[in-house]
């Protein structure tokens, strides 16, 4: 705890210094842009100094060993601890907050869409809300399973002691709470209304809140280049002797390509938002129509963004091949074939963004690659799904929670995959584009598969972390209602977005009505 205290108070100390020195050396008032953003520097700096930064680092730059925690009770989860498992554990808890808190904006979006006209919020107090559940489910899609059990569990089916930086890691970790504290103080700035896209221009001229949204976001984007750079590490030179590329367990390689991705994109939406951050305190000019435009802004976030959607879901792919090889009782199908296709998804991930862009005026000759290379991503991800259907095939299928769990995915998952297609082809997207068909899409994608993974991974895990047995029972009954549940939330999304109902618009016309009370309910 006393380490905790401390991070606060230099956490605050840092903030207070920040603001008073940007207010020394040029005055104006404490909630000006710029002085947020030195503030929120030095708090950052502050926080993981007192976490225990001065331990962990600051002691070797004046020459004595550097110390860490070597506490392995409840203790070491309110300090700077190495430890991989600690670690993963902290992930699990901590995202699972911020999932509760993003599930809380969830419903007041469906009780306001459960009527045609504004009931509960007013249209700009809705795209703050829908904003900000967007970027936290992001933040928990994308860390969640990879932050959780890519550290519990990585280094156990290799046979490593811990990651390869374990100071690293701690880094890692306690990034994520100011990301958090970030995010969720930004309505006392007037939050953020841009979306979790945070397309320039409308980022550039919204109100302050998105100053804050843009540096927790860059925090986390150093959070997620430094995980994926440990997991690159470890599983390369960290594997005990005999632990050969061609044994790795199939949630290792899932990680692992994970990392990848996560090592090599998520600088550009970090650097895309430090633009956005300089165009809204320095007045640079990079959206504007002369240079780039919000064009500009589009292509370098999504060169991040669709990569990201594969950092959300690889990790996924990697638990049902593992729940399903265990709950069927049978050698993987198609290892190499699998291993191959993971590594596809991660090459094909970086040249496929433009697809978010189809409508966006971006040059035309660009519109048939990008569909062409969009649907080529279906093929390995069909091998995939191929090798779980074909381990599951004539095995001795044991029903346990993450096997139905299991099943829940391969089906939201299909949906979501299949929709994906029509999105990708320009004649339908030109239609479908910027309608609740995308959202329907990205929620049978992420929530499908990214979270239904993470539920199963938490079942199929939680005996060995916890030494420990769930009610089964209860497990299935969760399992399938989660999965009804989300079904009919999610299915009359597809029929609205077809009939053209736009996105991110807190009205609707009648006709939508029925529908939506549906999904609300
Ligand atoms: C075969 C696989 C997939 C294809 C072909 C595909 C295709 C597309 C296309 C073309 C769009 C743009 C639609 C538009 O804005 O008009 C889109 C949106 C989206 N997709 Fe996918 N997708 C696939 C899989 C996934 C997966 C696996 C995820 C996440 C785990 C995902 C997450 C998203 C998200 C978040 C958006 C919307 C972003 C936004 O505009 O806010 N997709 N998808
Ligand atoms: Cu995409």
Known sequence: ??????????????????????????????????VVVFGFILALIGWLAGIGGIEAFGRQWIGKTPQVSTDRTWRRYFQFSTDHKGIGIHYGVTLLAVLLIGGLSAMIIRIELATPGMSIVDLEEFNKITSMHGILMIAVAVAGIIGAFGNYIIPIQIGAADM?????NAVSYWLVPPVAIGLLSAPLLGSFSAGWTAYAPLSVIGDSGQILFNMAIISFGLSSILGGL????????????????????????????TAILAFSVTQFFAAVLVLVTMARVAGTDFFGPEVGGGIMYQHIFWFYSHPAVYIMVLPGFGVILEVVTTFARKPLFAYKAVVGSL??????SVVVWAHHMFTSGMADFLHAPFMILTEAISIPTGVIFLSIIGTLWQGKLWFRTPL???????????????TGIFLADVATDIHLHDTYFVVAHFHYTIVGGSIFALLAAFFYWFPKITGRMYNDTMGKIFAIWVTVAFNFTFIPLFWVGINGMNRRIGEYPHAYESANLFASV
């Open 230 to 257: 440990n997991i690159i590490v470890t599983v390369i030179t960290m594997r005990a002797p005999g632990m050969t590329w061609g044994r790795l367990p199939i949630f290792t390689w899932a990680g692992f390509a």
């Open 343 to 348: 590594l596809t998804i991660v090459g094909l």
């Open 164 to 168: 390869a930086f374990p100071r690293i």
């Open 1 to 34: 705890m006393k380490y905790l205290i401390r991070a606060f108070v230099l956490g605050l100390v840092g903030y207070v210094a920040g603001v008073a020195l940007t207010l020394a050396i040029r005055g104006g008032s404490a909630t000006d842009e710029v």
């Open 404 to 418: 139905v769990l299991a099943f829940g995915w391969l089906f939201n998952f299909l949906i979501g995959g299949i």
